[in-house]
């Protein structure tokens, strides 16, 4: 055991910082595009307060189009595009455009699915007392959906952490990359062993972290 | 104060046009407490709408204080609305806010001071009853409360029109009355003016001073209540009243049969009066009374009664006459144009 962490401690430690960090930083950007994303297929949706076929059919083929591609198949098919934005194909600055591509129509999708829950007589409640839209979506919409919405971002997190194992192909690192380098090709059995339990340990603890936090949203 | 002026509000489903509203003008009066009856699809819901621009009208001018409210902007808009409070069938709350947030939030978009926020919850909170649940949340509490709460959020603006969408119909009788009696205290007491819809009877009997009858997207009938209900002209408001007295299918049509069936409405200070005693003495017909009560309206007291007229058919139209004359309101109950359409 002692053996084993001074030959791999490091390895595995340096892998689950590489994939905290891709996975935080893609979720957050990821979020702030997939929110509005999905606030705007909910308000131009057919009889949404800003109906509009156009921009909702467009939009919504969009997300289904990016969200038919595997991720594997993505990471390749937006090279260009990814030298063109992040002026590397290689690392973690590599793989985060490519990851944010696949997770931000996804939390779109989850977004606006947890928003279409919230009751439109509330929503009408607001609008009868004068308050704008913007203020509507922000205090009432996503107020009311925040539970929801935490479900939806702990489902697309642990999508992430999944998406990130793939990263290793462009030289990104990551827990995934460590089971397929060191577990697969070299035949380490127990890295691959140790790597999948600190996944299986993540992906429970963020499980639960956005259950607990959802139920304590959804009564205060 | 609120005026409706050949509203009219059509709808596109399916490439097929529905009028919901066809030619609706109303008069409501600062101070009273307007209500709308009808059946559910009649309209009610899409005519109050019109007064605070919910929906708009596809023609027909809403006039509130003498302002064309359809031609305002978002900005002008959206101050009228602040002087319109509206309470809903389902409460609309806010589920993840406390009692005292859900009447604090608007206040706090509107912009209001901190100190205004906390004086306006605490006195309107105090006004329906709530303040020792003010930090309870929505789910725990019951229906009733739930309304009390939307209530006072709809108070705490200091509104001058209330608006009350179906307010009582998802509350148990009890519940209802207390409702109905809060609504009274403050139109009483903050002087607001109330417009209302419902289907129940009971919400126009208890507190409201006039009503008006929607069907088919048309108003068929409107004044004071005692007005309509003491002598309803048309079928649907016949229908609502009907249901009040409560006489078997079975027993009205085998009556028929054999003399007429009147239904008789006393106002006031006649339901002292012995005016079917006379019937026997003066035309020789015998009342039988088949069913009937007394109702408070706010307006006073009206008696219904369901009598059965037993004697020679001439008398008979002749004390029906006598019975107008005295002020009492008859209706034939009869499916047949008979005594009464020949009177005119």
Request: glycine share 8%.
């Amino acid at each position: 055991m002692q053996q084993f962490w001074t030959d791999w401690g490091d390895l595995i430690w340096t892998g689950t910082v590489q994939t905290l960090t891709m996975t935080s930083i893609a979720l957050l950007i990821s979020t702030l595009i997939g929110l509005p994303l999905g606030t705007l297929l909910v308000l131009t949706r057919p009889n949404g307060r800003l109906a509009n076929r156009f921009v909702y059919g467009g939009l919504s083929s969009v997300i289904n189009v990016i969200r038919s591609i595997p991720f594997i198949i993505l990471l390749f098919f937006i090279l260009p595009f990814t030298r063109f934005i992040m002026g590397t194909t290689i690392g973690v600055q590599g793989v985060l455009l490519p990851l944010i591509v696949f997770t931000a129509p996804y939390i779109a999708r989850l977004m606006e699915s947890a928003l279409l829950e919230v009751d439109r007589g509330v929503i009408e409640a607001y609008e009868a007392m004068g308050i704008s839209t913007r203020k509507i979506i922000w205090y009432v919409l996503i107020r009311e959906a925040r539970s929801s919405i935490v479900l939806g971002l702990t489902i697309a997190t642990i999508g992430l952490i999944g998406a990130t194992a793939m990263a290793g192909l462009v030289g990104a690192g990551g827990l995934g990359d460590i089971a397929y380098q060191y577990g697969h090709l070299r035949f380490e059995p127990e890295v691959m062993y140790v790597t999948i339990f600190v996944l299986i340990l993540l992906v429970q603890s963020i499980q639960s972290f956005g259950n607990r936090l959802a139920a304590k949203l959804k009564k205060a | 104060m609120i005026e409706l002026k050949q509203i009219t509000k059509e709808f596109k489903v399916n490439g097929d046009t529905i009028t919901a509203l066809d030619d609706v003008s109303l008069t409501i009066e600062r101070g009273e407490i307007f209500g709308i009856i009808g059946r559910s699809g009649a309209g009610k819901s899409t005519l109050i709408r019109m007064i605070n621009l919910l929906e708009r009208p596809t023609s027909g001018v809403v006039e509130i204080d003498g302002q064309d409210i359809t031609l305002l902007k978002k900005k002008g808009l959206s101050t009228l609305r602040q002087r319109i409070g509206m309470i809903f069938q389902h409460y609309n709350l806010l589920k993840t806010a406390t009692v005292e947030e859900n009447v604090a939030i608007p206040l706090r978009l509107e912009g209001l001071e901190k100190q205004v926020i906390r004086e306006r919850v605490d006195r309107y909170l105090e006004i329906v009853g709530l303040s020792e649940h003010r930090n309870h949340y929505p789910e725990q509490l019951s229906g009733g409360q739930k309304q009390r709460v939307a209530i006072a959020r709809a108070l705490a603006h200091e509104p001058d029109i209330l608006l009350s969408d179906e307010a009582t119909s998802a509350l148990d009788p009890e519940t209802t009355e207390s409702i109905l009696e809060l609504l009274l205290e403050i139109n009483r007491e903050l002087g607001l003016t109330i417009f209302l819809i419902t289907h129940e009877m009971e919400v126009i009997e208890r507190i409201c001073d006039r009503v008006a009858v929607i069907d088919r997207g048309q108003i068929v009938e409107q004044g004071h209540v005692l007005d309509v209900f003491s002598n309803p002209s048309h079928e649907t408001t016949q229908k609502f009243l009907k249901t009040n007295l409560d006489v078997p299918e079975e027993v009205v049509s085998e009556l028929q049969t054999r003399g007429t069936l009147v239904h008789l409405s006393f106002i006031g200070s006649q339901t002292e009066q012995a005016v079917l005693a006379q019937l026997t003495k003066r035309f020789g017909i015998l009342p039988n009374i088949i069913g009937g009560g007394i109702k408070k309206l706010k307006a006073g007291l009206v008696g219904n009664l369901l009598v059965h007229l037993d004697g020679d058919h001439d008398q008979t139209e002749l004390a029906v006459r006598y019975l107008k004359t005295s002020g009492v309101h008859v209706r034939e109950v009869s499916n047949h144009a008979t005594v009464l359409d020949r009177l005119g």
